[in-house]
């Protein structure tokens, strides 16, 4: 049986960004060219998006995230004009240009069969709804999306936004940093959360925002749904047994999930990114010493982690209240790499940002003149505008469990704010004063 669907492309183009009609139906977030956001005039008096479009949450630490969002036929759900506006900031900062997957790409291990869900079964227009109790204390909004049996298209109920508690913000003693009368402090943080559901053949992805109180971004790509029931098959040692005494053998395969992220850190393209390593550096009386060294990478990159190793993009002409230029670190954790394709090889790629440039494989689909994957996107040039692109891959060996519908798979990355502001964004305000910024 074949999994997927194929059909003609298509595509639909509504302009999204000033669109002040009542039609409903020109109201609804649209598909959209990716790279049409770099289009706006720069000093775009009106918001970059209205309605519905717009998602904007101030959150009970006092933090205020804000951002456009639109269904892409190809990627899903994108984000744009992402903003964070802490409680003592008077304007929103610019975090993300724009925020999306890249691609997903799923080889299975037996060599018979390997997709990209993004370009080629063009995840996007999979939209499924979501039903209200899978958006609890939230709301769903709709959007269009493009019919994937080739016929016109269809209003999907499908973006849920809302907000989940993530324990604790903080806990402490205030006497530690010289209160004269210590209390303790402490809170419980919170999450503004968007997210939507794509069929992609039997499988049902949950492609996730969070967007926490302290300004941590977390990306989270969730495989749910069934088990491609095409693929269980594998005697040849490359599945794992799922049915009763074995005979049926679910295929191995991966999940390579990559984002690409077009940063706008403080309002600016440019930016820089900087590389961080730490490493041993001899000892004092047998208590070890560690030197942490930065490496500006001047030139596009592809990074892969190691012990103690980081990444951050630096904004060019933002900086926080302490003189500090402020930047977002790349948070990567957990990665099986796919390593037969130079474009999952790697953890991170960074290039130059180039319109053309979308997809980080299979790009030619949709963009025949220009490079065909990320890896071939590091072409040497100098970065004065990054795209970072960030490969979280899954091997997925089923288990029993699997079925049916198989629990949720996830696999993402945070972005972490560092330095852009002076103090923590949930600091109480009776703490938020010079005499507890630094010691002297
Ligand atoms: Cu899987």
Redesign the pocket.
Known sequence: MNRFRRFAHRSTRFGVWGVVSAAVLFSLPTGGAEGADTALPAAAATPPCTGDSAITKKLPGGTTWRMCWRNSPTAGLVLTHVTYQPRHESKPIEVLGSARLGQIN?PYDDGSYEYNDVTDVRLGEGALPIRAADCPGGTVRSFRVTDSNGGGTRTVKGLCVTTQPRGFAYHGDSGDVGEDEARTDSAQGQDLVVYTLHAVGW?HYVTQWNFSDDGTITAKEG?TGN??SGAFNASDGTGWPVGKNGAAKALS???SVLWRLDFKPGGSWKSKVEQYDTKANGAVDGIGRLKTSRKRMTKEFAGDNANDRWWRVVASASRNADGHARSWEIVHNRSDKYTRHAYTRHDVYVSQYKACEQYASDNRRLNPGCRPSVDKYLNGENLTRPVVWVNVG?H?I?RDE?QTP?PV?WQGFQIVPRDVTDMSPLTPDRLHRPEFNGHN
């Open positions: 799923v499988y495989a088990l491609f395969h991966q999940h899954f997925h089923a699997d198989m798979h």
